[in-house]
């Protein structure tokens, strides 16, 4: 039984180090971008989240036409062009009528078209493929280093700015009058995002990193009242899925990145239905008491 | 601007998305002066308040505050723009109103701590102190916002709409604070729809309609004439 458990849920890892390194790659991504996807989920920006992991394509893209699969260029590509599309969208939003949602959109879908373009360009399908799923099982020290430092840059500078970006999240009208730096706070979260984002394309791909910032951020206020424990079960919760998504792989033989956030995906499901604080289960269940409460039910 | 101006206003447009709600206003808010924002829905009353408190940019014109007094405004603004699902202990929502001494950077101090929760005892609160602000009645919720304002510490304070939706009783304490405020020689300025409450308990009000249509003692600025002159206004629109 124990033999059995160990080649279940611990065996790959002893055996193979690139699944040693793809757990620790993404062990260090899940830890910070799932505080940060709370942040973005509370300033109502979870879709940001979405269009900026479009937005760095790009950059990436034009990284690997220059220097081939070569982590700096390409990290550095992308860091470029998701802040300009951020500071582009957030621009237009305030020097024209139309909402900031809608002005990312449309510079995540022109970005994302170029990005692929770009590609396709100098690379074959299944480059196209490692950009867009990422490369977890081959991650090299170069990749490692890079999301470790990010995830720790990350964790400090939310630790360090907590009490700004709460304030900002609460109540930014109140933030700026009293003098607060609220656009600071708004370009730090945006900036955070894409830095995780492109740490998160070299292991989960531009299109599925964000689910590792999101899913967890959207699960955790049906198990925990408080932000301070929404932010500690955020990291938990993906890091869990990282673990279960790997094992799922290697075992079932199906690609990691998408095994990693579909497992993020059930435990999202799984609060949706059984979350002891607004989970449809525990609604359908205090629906009663709540009745009686109000006289409805005598 | 004049000796004894708390703020004076001058030309001033005001709106939002390149839209003006409020235009050509001018005039001086006195230290120590309780004045009524009042005016039909729409006529601008809220806007006119976020200006003063720095939170929305003029389109026109200028916002001057007497020196010494720009960074002592407090504001409390409609508990309707605040998101009750937001997962923050009352305590935590009530130290922002020590944002100007703390910043952005250290660690909330004891003592701002200790005078958060002095603040939630003025107004009745201090047994909830470490619930959610999702877990308050909207007259709770009030208060907490109330204790914020105090903990500003500041010499202008500005209120909007700050009896809407709340219980008799609860009405009662914050205009004794508001009151008690004004006898302390602060500067308040408070967006109102209760008429009554204003002609009885407030020596000026300011009558808004996209414009400023009256300013004065409340006998005269809401007399009834002037007051179907507002409601015509804006109705126009």
């Known amino acids: 039984m124990v033999d059995a458990l160990h080649a279940l849920a611990w065996a790959p890892f002893e055996q193979f180090g690139f699944m040693r390194r793809a757990l620790a790659g993404s062990l260090a991504l899940a830890v910070s971008c799932g505080p940060l996807g709370v942040f973005l989920v509370l300033r109502r920006l979870s879709l940001m989240g979405d269009a900026l992991s479009h937005a760095i394509l790009p950059g990436v893209a034009a990284g690997f036409l220059f220097a081939g699969l070569s982590v700096g260029a390409m990290t550095l590509g992308g860091v470029a062009t998701g802040l300009a599309v951020a500071l582009l ?6 020097a024209t009528p139309l909402h900031e949602d809608a002005s990312f959109a449309a510079f995540y879908l022109i970005a994302l078209a170029l990005g692929v373009l770009l590609v396709s360009l100098r690379g074959s399908s299944v480059d196209v493929l490692h950009v867009l799923f990422g490369t977890v099982l081959g991650l090299d020290d170069a990749a490692l280093r890079l999301v470790a ?34 656009t600071l706070a708004h370009l730090g979260l945006l900036a955070l995002s894409v830095l995780n984002l492109v740490a998160g394309f070299q292991v989960l791909g531009t299109m599925m990193a964000v689910g590792i910032m999101m899913l967890p951020a959207a ?43 579909l497992c993020a995906g059930a435990v999202y499901a799984a609060s949706l239905l059984c979350g002891p604080r607004g989970g449809l289960l525990a609604r359908r269940f205090s629906r009663p008491a709540a009745a009686i409460l109000q006289g409805d039910v005598k | 601007m004049p000796a004894d101006a708390a703020i004076a206003m001058r030309d001033l447009d005001l709106g939002w998305g390149g839209r003006v709600v409020l235009r050509g206003v001018s005039g001086v808010f006195e230290r120590g002066s309780l004045t009524a924002v009042v005016g039909p829905n729409g006529a601008g009353k809220s806007t006119l308040i976020q200006a003063l408190a720095g939170a929305l940019q003029p389109l026109a014109g200028s916002i001057r505050v007497a020196p010494g007094l720009e960074s002592s405004i407090g504001w409390l603004p409609q508990a309707s723009r605040l998101d009750r699902s937001f997962p923050v202990r009352v305590i935590d929502l009530v130290s922002l109103g020590a944002w100007r001494r703390v910043g952005a950077w250290q660690r909330l101090p004891d003592a701002e701590r200790e005078r958060a929760m002095q603040c939630l005892a003025r107004v009745g609160m201090a047994e909830r102190a470490r619930n959610l602000i999702g877990e308050l009645s909207g007259g709770q919720l009030q208060r907490a916002l109330f204790a914020r304002l105090m903990m500003q510490d500041a010499a202008v304070m500005l209120l909007d709409e700050p009896f809407a939706a709340i219980d008799e009783a609860t009405s009662a304490l914050l205009m004794d604070m508001v009151r008690a405020w004004h006898e302390a020689g602060r500067t308040v300025i408070a967006v109102l729809h209760d008429l009554d409450l204003v002609r009885s308990r407030f020596p000026a009000a300011v009558l808004l309609a996209g414009r400023v249509l009256a300013w004065g003692p409340p006998a005269q600025a809401l007399a009834e004439d002037r007051l179907q002159r507002a409601r015509a206004a804006v109705a126009s629109w």
């Not at chain 1, 990010?150 to 970006?165: H, N």
């Open chain 1, 219 to 261: 699960s955790v206020r049906f198990w925990v009242r408080t932000l301070d424990r929404q932010l500690a079960l955020s990291s938990l919760l993906g890091a869990a899925s990282c673990y279960a998504g790997l094992l799922f792989s290697y075992h079932l033989n199906v690609p990691a990145s998408p095994a990693i956030i």
């Open chain 1, 89 to 94: 969208a957030g621009g237009v939003a305030r």
């Open chain 1, 149 to 182: 430092g990010v995830s720790a840059a990350t964790l400090l500078a939310l630790a360090a700015g907590y009490r700004l970006l709460v304030a900002e999240c609460l109540d930014p009208g109140f933030l700026r009058s009293v003098g607060g730096p609220g």
